[in-house]
């Protein structure tokens, strides 16, 4: 629950052995594939559970920040990009002063009126754990054909079954990004949040009340990848804006994702002030120059329309690390 630290020089060494042993990080989606055994991970499961952001000696000053990712279709790419460029994600967030103590959670979403996992939720962390959790996902790619996934239940899972610190002590929101290129269900279905949640409802839950309940607590921005099956589509689109307005992020490329992430929260944090100073950060942190241009730009009119921030959050390290250092962030 977010009690260790970041290492990047333990990350690379991870990466670099997967490379060199050509092997997957995401191990739970090989396992399943290979043996055809299709269930959540059970440290992944959301079912009767609370996914906690908690305070610590270490980090006593917590910001809880999940990104939750459609695996259907040609979505499923997003969560490789977010494996591989995690590295970097942690590096702008606290090497560069956006935030101090990041714990983030990973989860999935798919479609939970076909698929067989339509929602799998990791744990907030602060360390490696959070690529763990990654390695933890299953990879469905099925989806219902009808431009619909439960985007709604992943909102609903994180408005009613998470418990942060940074809020219920400070009354600073989290942040939720979800990602995807389709639209969310109108509702969560009664008997749909029993099976996958385990949550006895009175009756349906309009898609309006989940987001109002989620928006309490959670900077939400939905992330539509542009160049997937369905990203350009303007009804989507459009449908997004009318739930979110401008927080809804029209990203070019999938690749920037991450990048976009970190930007946006550098914006609401007040750590950012302007997008290409923000766009330089990205690229002193290793970022692509193309993936930062492209993540200003998703942000462009969001930054536009909101109003100045003070700044909050302060580094841990220097924008370059010394000689001699392990990587910890």
């Not at 009767?48 to 979505?75: C, K, N, Q, Y």
């Not at 494996?83 to 999935?108: D, E, N």
């Not at 898609?207 to 350009?232: C, D, K, M, W």
Request: aromatic share 6%.
């Amino acid at each position: 629950m977010g009690h260790s630290d970041w290492s990047d020089a333990a990350y690379q060494a991870r990466q670099s052995h997967r490379k060199a042993t050509k092997t997957t990080a995401f191990t739970y989606d090989s396992h399943v594939r290979s043996t055809g055994a299709v269930k959540v991970h059970a440290q992944m499961d959301p079912r009767g559970v609370t996914r906690e952001s908690r305070d610590s000696d270490v980090h006593p000053d917590s910001l809880a920040i999940a990104v939750i990712f459609d695996v259907t279709g040609s979505m499923g790419s997003v969560p490789r990009v977010m494996q591989t460029k995690l590295g970097a994600l942690m590096r702008v967030l606290i090497q560069r002063g956006y935030v101090a103590h990041p714990q983030v959670l990973f989860g999935a979403v798919g479609d939970a009126t076909c698929d067989r996992v339509p929602l799998q939720i990791g744990q907030f962390e602060s360390g490696l754990e959070m690529d763990e959790d990654l390695g933890k996902i299953y990879i469905e790619g099925g989806g219902g054909g009808q431009v619909y996934e439960s985007y709604e239940l992943a909102m609903y899972f994180m408005a009613r079954h998470t418990s942060i610190d940074c809020y219920e002590k400070r009354g600073h929101k989290g942040y939720l990004f979800t990602i995807g290129d389709e639209k969310p269900y109108a509702k969560v279905g009664r008997k749909i949040a029993q099976e996958y949640i385990g949550d006895g409802l009175e009756r349906d839950m309009p898609l309006t009340q989940v987001i109002a309940e989620l928006h309490e607590r959670y900077e939400h921005f939905h992330i539509v990848p542009t160049n997937t099956s369905h990203g350009r589509d303007p009804a989507i689109q459009a449908h997004w804006r009318e739930l979110l307005g401008e927080r809804v992020l029209m990203l070019d490329d999938e690749a920037a994702v991450c990048e976009t992430i970190a930007l946006t929260i550098g914006i609401c944090e007040g750590t950012v002030d302007d997008l290409n100073v923000g766009a330089v950060d990205l690229v002193a942190a290793g970022c692509d120059r193309g993936a930062a241009a492209t993540a200003a730009a998703a942000l462009t009119p969001y930054a536009a329309a909101r109003p100045p921030v003070v700044r909050s959050a302060i580094g841990l390290l220097p924008p370059a690390a010394s000689a001699g250092d392990d990587g910890r962030l």
